[in-house]
Structures are given as C-alpha cells and as structure tokens.
C-alpha cells in the first residue's frame, strides 16, 4: 500500500490509502488539474506523428509539425521520451528518465499546503510511531493521528484500546 498525507493550508489533514502505483496514478489524477498524460507519459517521436496521422517524415509533415520532427532529428525516432509536467515544466519532454512515481510525488506536491506519501505499510507504520520526524512537529499531530486512523481503519494496525 502507498498513504498519503495532504495537510491543505486550511482545514483538517487528509490521509488516504492507494493500493498500488497505478491506484495512486488514478487518484492524484482525479484531482489534478491535468490531465493524466500530463502528470506523466512515455512516447517517441514516431508515435507521435503516428497518432497526427503521419507514418513517414517527408517536406510536407516537417513543415507542419517542426517541433515533432526537431525531437525525432535530436533524440532518435524511436527513442522514449518522457513528459512529467509537474516535474519539467509544461509541454516539456526529455530524453532523461522520469519514473512515473517521481512524476506522482510532484503532482502531489504541487498541490496547495504540505503533502507526505509513505511508499509501503511499513514506512507508514514507523511514521506513525514517531520515526518521521516531519510528521512529529508539533503543528502536524492531525495529520499524525489521521495517518493513525487510516493505518486502524486498514487494519494495518491493531486498535489495542
């Protein structure tokens, strides 16, 4: 399991659960103002044109997608590029690998207030029982407890009261 913590400027923390990356990339996509391709993709220059309706690079196709072409002339045809436009900036792909779980935590992060994500249960857990020391800071004790609460309701936790 992944857990989220979103502390918005205003209002009560949140904590919430997604079971796996692809969970995760589901639910920040819900919320984001981007559209999922946009938190993160992975294509070349060739299917790029493909998908305008383009199979090969002649004068006409140069002229009327340059910026498509000028990718496939620096990078390679079929080379993967990578679009994480929280992380690179909008519209911006790269050659450099950009794992969709990095692209994730800055869509997260670009969103208003603090945000902490725990990659597995047992990074929750050890937050929870003190060992992130972000979450111990004295004005985060609600999103501590709300991580708690989430980790009971999952039963990640035993309730021993």
């Known amino acids: 399991?992944?857990?989220?913590?979103?502390?918005?400027?205003?209002?009560?923390?949140i904590a919430w659960?997604?079971?796996h990356l692809t969970?995760?990339?589901?639910?920040?996509a819900a919320r984001d103002p981007l559209e999922a391709w946009e938190i993160h993709d992975e294509v070349t220059p060739r299917a790029l044109l493909e998908a305008l309706g383009h199979e090969r690079v002649d004068v006409a196709v140069r002229a009327a997608f340059p910026s498509v072409c000028a990718l496939g002339e620096q990078y390679g045809w079929d080379t993967t590029l990578y679009r994480a436009d929280h992380l690179l900036?909008?519209?911006?792909?790269?050659?450099?690998?950009?794992?969709?779980?990095?692209?994730?935590?800055?869509?997260?992060?670009?969103?208003p207030g603090e945000c902490r994500v725990y990659w597995s249960d047992q990074e929750a857990v050890l937050a929870?029982?003190?060992?992130d020391h972000w979450l111990c800071a004295k004005p985060r004790w609600r999103a501590r407890h709300a991580l708690h609460q989430q980790l009971l309701s999952l039963e990640v936790l035993a309730d021993d009261l």
Do not use: N
Not at 89 to 111: E, I, P, T
């Open 128 to 131: 929870a029982e003190g060992a």
């Open 17 to 19: 659960f997604a079971y």
């Open 89 to 111: 900036g909008r519209g911006v792909l790269s050659a450099d690998v950009v794992s969709v779980r990095d692209a994730l935590l800055a869509a997260l992060q670009a969103r």
């Open 1 to 13: 399991m992944i857990y989220v913590i979103e502390c918005p400027p205003s209002g009560e923390p």
């Open 23 to 28: 969970d995760l990339a589901r639910k920040v």
